[in-house]
């Protein structure tokens, strides 16, 4: 079953603007992760929030994780053209080894 | 390092042929998982291993197996191949990272399986 549920499905943004992801997970989480797959391509990895955080920064990207309300939102600022991608979230349900992933928010930037 | 490989990258198939795909990692990474996508439906999970000697079966078992006799490789195969199991497969390691609440997962470049 699909833990994590990414909304919105697709996301068309200009480059320069803030695309933001939001991701509503079912049960209880040691982390969640955010991933990048660019087409045909493997996944690589964007942040890690643990359950005991609630926001984290890595250059241009901003999540924030509310466990009361089982969601994480991704922030993408200053997009650029090579944002353009599918973005998952992804949940351990406590175990580290098995992910959930959600059916990802495809992501394009316009130029 | 190399991550994590995978091989082949493109097979196709006969019904009811069996094949193997391989997951080598040099991470010394426990864990290790096969993953499918399909369109529309994100990643799920076939099998995981906790480390050598150790796999379980994850959200989509039937029709794979899998061993693990060494840490580094981690393969996956395909008893009797069906038009259902075309779709594209990822490995993925992980250290076990229990004291830090988990680690991040690493992703081979995936191997695209279509059975006709």
């Known amino acids: 079953s699909q833990q994590g549920e990414e909304d919105p499905q697709a996301l068309s943004i200009q480059e320069g603007e803030n695309a933001t992801m939001n991701c509503s997970y079912k049960t209880s989480i040691n982390n969640l992760q955010w991933y990048r797959q660019n087409s045909g391509r493997g996944l690589v990895h964007l942040i890690l929030?643990?359950?005991?955080?609630r926001e984290k920064h890595s250059g241009r990207l901003r999540v924030t994780l509310d466990t009361s309300k089982k969601s994480s939102s991704l922030l993408i600022t200053a997009s650029r053209a090579a944002d353009t991608a599918s973005y998952f979230c992804?949940?351990?349900?406590?175990?580290?080894?098995?992910?959930?992933f959600g059916k990802g928010t495809l992501l394009t930037v316009n130029p | 390092n190399a991550g994590v490989t995978q091989t082949p990258k493109f097979q196709v198939l006969k019904t009811g042929q069996s094949m193997t795909l391989q997951c080598a990692q040099d991470m010394n990474h426990e864990y290790m998982s096969w993953y499918r996508q399909d369109p529309g439906m994100g990643l799920r999970l076939i099998h995981y291993s906790v480390g050598a000697g150790i796999t379980d079966q994850g959200e989509v078992p039937n029709g794979y197996n899998v061993s693990r006799s060494t840490t580094e490789d981690f393969p996956l195969r395909l008893l009797s191949a069906a038009p259902s199991q075309t779709s594209v497969y990822f490995c993925?390691?992980?250290?076990?990272?229990?004291?830090?609440?988990?680690?991040?997962?690493?992703f081979g470049q995936g191997t695209r399986l279509t059975v006709v």
């Open positions: 993925a390691s992980s250290y076990s990272g229990k004291r830090q609440g988990g680690t991040e997962a690493f």
């Open positions: 929030i643990r359950s005991n955080e």
């Open positions: 992804a949940t351990d349900g406590g175990s580290n080894y098995k992910l959930t």
